[in-house]
Antibody, heavy 122, light 109 residues
């Protein structure tokens, strides 16, 4: 069955760029029925949608993060990636990647990775 | 941007109880709403999509209803494994911003 796995550094220094990759296994990232998204959760707090990408490269971003976020896709590797620039302690969170259903209109995130903790600290 | 407000923020209940959680959108979103369950240290799990459609494999004691601005998640008879935090999320297309509610923590009484 389809699985998603986040990878990347667990510690990032303030003002630097956070970079994470999500590897999709058991299925193709190039499916026409899905977008692929990033969601984060600060310790003890709620969920925040960061952005979503289609295999063609079409993206949607949370306006609150848009100036610092880039999401990209590599179909040859069945991966998509997140870059968040100029990080501060407020960006410390568990970062999840997830598959988003998209049948003509956006829909729910139905398959999630296990999440990866990223701490911003010097 | 559309804001989602869940109520209550926390709830104590007993095994066998019927529980209802509410999610209110700041503007109409038709049926573009999902509900998730999250247990400590785990990723969220999709329960309900399109406001009232039960995700495959989810027990039938979970149900969703509503459209427009007011939505509910109901658990008909609480089981021990249902104690968790529940989130709603909206998928209104214009603009494409898929915000979450703040969460409802369901605890054992």
């Amino acid at each position: 069955q389809l699985q998603l796995q986040e990878s990347g550094p667990g510690l990032v220094k303030p003002s630097e760029t956070l970079s994470l990759t999500c590897t999709v296994s058991g299925g193709s990232i190039s499916s026409s029925s899905y977008y692929w998204g990033w969601i984060r959760q600060p310790p003890g707090k709620g969920l925040e949608w960061i952005g979503s990408i289609y295999y063609s490269g079409s993206t949607y971003y949370n306006p609150s993060l848009k100036s610092r976020v880039t999401i990209s896709v590599d179909t040859s590797k069945n991966q998509f990636s997140l870059k968040l620039s100029s990080v501060t302690a407020a960006d410390t969170a568990v970062y999840y990647c997830a598959r988003q259903r998209w049948y003509q209109l956006p829909d729910a995130f139905d398959i999630w990775g296990q999440g990866t903790m990223v701490t911003v600290s010097s | 941007a559309i804001q989602l407000t869940q109520s209550p923020s926390s709830l104590s209940a007993s095994v066998g109880d019927r529980v209802t959680i509410t999610c209110r959108a700041s503007q109409g979103i038709s049926s573009a709403l999902a509900w998730y369950q999250q247990k400590p240290g785990k990723a969220p799990k999709l329960l309900i999509y399109d406001a009232s459609s039960l995700e495959s494999g989810v027990p039938s004691r979970f149900s969703g209803s509503g459209s427009g601005t007011d939505f509910t998640l109901t658990i008909s008879s609480l089981q021990p494994e249902d104690f968790a935090t529940y989130y709603c999320q909206q998928f209104n297309s214009y603009p494409h911003v898929y915000s979450f509610g703040q969460g409802t923590k369901l605890e054992i009484k």
